[in-house]
């Protein structure tokens, strides 16, 4: 080669910032670039003889190449090289045998790779962590998407429960009106607007306090109060025609008050059907009234004489049968009482009254009787002059007049009666307190004394008259007084019966 | 003297030929009615110095025959005993208060009680 060429080619190879070299036809290395020399941190005056495969960091790449090669291959991988310091490079191995006349071998251009490497690497470790995060996220979905269908589960329960609820209100036969913790009307059902005549958009969503004055409402005020509140039901009469009973109830969630639940129900019809059955008795009653009297006319003036003298025998019969009609006379009495009673809770004529005259009344009236039996009636009266109570004279009247005189009637002969009245003063209530030390009620029987018709074993052997009834009337017209009735008895040593009665 | 008249209105026949036979051996004279219609007509015939009225009778009740007495000027003086066996205070207050002069419950009192009742209240007329 002429010395101009061959100081070209130098030139090349010493200034090209290529990576190349070649090598003869057993691989080892003739020619390097300076770049290549750089690349693989050869020492400067370095004279060995390097083969190829010295600089490939893999045998198996270098034998790969060199096979490639020697099928007249050309040649085009990656590979790594290593350095003189034993690092690793990786390039990409460019090489076909050499094209020159008269020579034999290869040429060897290697490109660093190693910035797209660490790119690629980079890259890699990106995209797995994108992959990671992209399976991350499409748990977090897979759960979400869970605990959606496990939301729209218990929504649709929920509200299968609510339709289900709200269908019951809505249809409820009864009138239905509730008032959340904060006693704001949340809830009117169509039969209560139906009884009550108003439309529910005047009320809801109102406090209480602003609907206490509507009827029927006005009533169940204690209910709302801060102190403790507690079931109340009461009848309401609203108009000409219309009976309502009213029903208030606190409602609790697990000790947590959470409303008032109000239940209006029309019972109109319930109180005709008794009136009409009251009136029937009633009715019935005088209409038996009508004999008997005419019985006890008759049979009176026999006994009188009016239709001539009578034997001592038939006086003694006729008196029985007197007696015996006379019975019936106060049993039509008592039913007709009794039916009085149930005909409604309304006490008919309540004014105040002074109870200590109404006692002394009815220990005047059973004076007589009592005197018969020898059995004396002690009225104790109280300290205070003047005891009044809002009260149905009439009504009372047959309570204590009841109660004297089943003390009369089951004292012994010689017995005592006391009468009591006591003021007390804990509550603002009277008490009566009838006592006598008579037969006495037996323990097993005590449960059934105020029921209907219950007359005690030993009262009925003692006394053939009692018709049953007199304790069951008096327990009914105490109650309607919002009173209380009970008493304490032993068998053979007599019995104390207690009456309170509110006085407000 | 003239015989104390009594009229007895009361629908029931044995009762009221009962009390009729007790009051006329006591010394008083006495007159029936069946009926309101009845008694009225005898009322205003007979001028009687008492009336023993029962309130459930036949056609007009006791509380018109009552109502239609006092509302005449020229019989509205005589009193008036109701014998009947309602016995409910609306009843009795009512009678009260159309002017009956007391209120008997007939299966309560025997014919003597009605008599000595009948007796008191001619004697509180007399003196009044």
């Known amino acids: 080669m002429p010395k ?4 070209k080619n130098m030139d ?21 670039s300076r770049f290549l020399r750089l690349l693989l941190h050869f020492p400067e005056n370095k004279k060995e003889k390097l083969l190829l495969k010295d600089i490939f960091y893999s045998e198996e790449d270098f034998n790969k190449v060199k096979k490639l090669l020697e099928k007249k291959r050309t040649v085009g991988i990656k590979s790594f090289l290593i350095t003189g310091d034993k690092q ?3 390039v990409s191995v460019f090489s076909q045998p050499l094209k020159k006349e008269g020579e034999k071998g ?7 790779i190693s910035e797209k490497q660490k790119i690629k690497e980079e890259l890699q470790r990106k995209i797995k962590d994108l992959q990671t995060f992209t399976e991350e996220l499409k748990k977090s979905r897979t759960a979400l998407l869970n605990i959606l269908e496990d939301i729209e589960e218990a929504r649709s329960l929920a509200e299968a429960e609510r339709d289900k609820t709200v269908a019951i209100i809505e249809n409820f036969p009864e009138g239905l009106a509730f008032f959340d913790s904060k006693n704001n009307l949340v809830s009117l059902n169509p039969r209560a607007c139906c009884i009550i005549s108003v439309s529910p958009d005047n009320l809801l969503n109102k406090p209480y306090k602003d609907i206490k004055n509507i009827v029927p409402f006005n009533i169940v005020k204690d209910v709302f109060s801060r102190k403790q509140p507690k079931f109340f039901k009461d009848e309401i009469k609203i108009d000409e025609e219309t009976i309502l009973e009213i029903s208030a109830i606190p409602v609790k969630s697990a000790e947590e008050k959470v409303g008032t639940l109000v239940v209006l129900r029309d019972i109109t019809r319930e109180k005709i059907v008794e009136k009409l059955k009251t009136e029937f008795v009633s009715i019935a009653a005088h209409q038996l009234r009508t004999p ?17 003298a009578i034997s001592l025998e038939q006086r003694n019969f006729l008196e029985k049968t007197y007696q015996n009609n006379e019975r019936m006379i106060r049993l039509i009495n008592d039913l007709l009482n009794v039916t009085r009673i149930e005909e409604g809770r309304f006490l008919y004529d309540v004014k105040e009254c002074d109870i200590i005259k109404l006692i002394e009344d009815v220990v005047v009236l059973e004076k007589t009787a009592a005197e018969q039996k020898k059995v004396k009636i002690i009225f104790k009266k109280p300290k205070i002059k003047l005891i ?6 009439e009504k009372i009247f047959l309570v204590f007049q009841n109660l004297i005189e089943n003390a009369v009637r089951y004292s012994l002969p010689g017995g005592k009666v006391e009468v009591a009245l006591v003021k007390t003063k804990k509550r603002p209530e009277i008490e009566v307190i009838v006592k006598d030390r008579g037969i006495g009620i037996p323990d097993k029987e005590k449960n059934r004394v105020f029921s209907k018709f219950f007359r005690g074993s030993n009262a009925v052997k003692t006394e053939t008259e009692g018709t049953g009834l007199g304790l069951y009337i008096a327990k009914n017209i105490v109650n309607a007084h919002k009173g209380k009735i009970w008493f304490e008895s032993k068998k053979n040593k007599g019995s104390v019966f207690y009456v309170t009665l509110p006085v407000k | 003297m003239e015989k104390t008249k009594i009229l007895i209105i009361e629908d029931d026949k044995f009762l009221r030929e009962l009390i009729s036979h007790k009051i006329t051996k006591e010394g008083f004279m006495v007159e029936e009615a069946a009926d309101g219609e009845e008694g009225l007509e005898k009322i205003k015939k007979l001028k009687p110095n008492l009336i023993l009225l029962d309130l459930i009778l036949p056609g007009i009740d006791g509380f018109e025959v009552l109502k239609r007495l006092k509302e005449d000027i020229s019989l509205s003086f005589i009193p008036v005993i109701i014998l009947s066996n309602l016995g409910q205070r609306e009843d009795i207050e009512k009678s009260l208060r159309l002017g009956a002069v007391d209120f008997l419950v007939k299966a309560h009192f025997t014919p003597d009680e009605i008599v000595s009742k009948i007796k008191n209240v001619l004697e509180k007329q007399n003196r009044s």
């Open chain 1, 4 to 7: 101009q060429k061959k100081e």
């Open chain 1, 12 to 32: 090349l190879w010493e200034s090209l910032p290529a990576a190349f070299c070649q090598t003869d036809e057993f691989f080892t290395i003739v020619k390097t």
């Open chain 1, 88 to 90: 690793k490079i990786p």
């Open chain 1, 292 to 308: 008997l009297s005419a019985i006890k006319w008759s049979l009176k003036m026999v006994l009188d004489g009016d239709l001539g």
């Open chain 1, 388 to 393: 009044k109570a809002r009260v149905d004279r």
């Open chain 1, 106 to 112: 290869y040429v060897f251009y290697f490109l660093d």
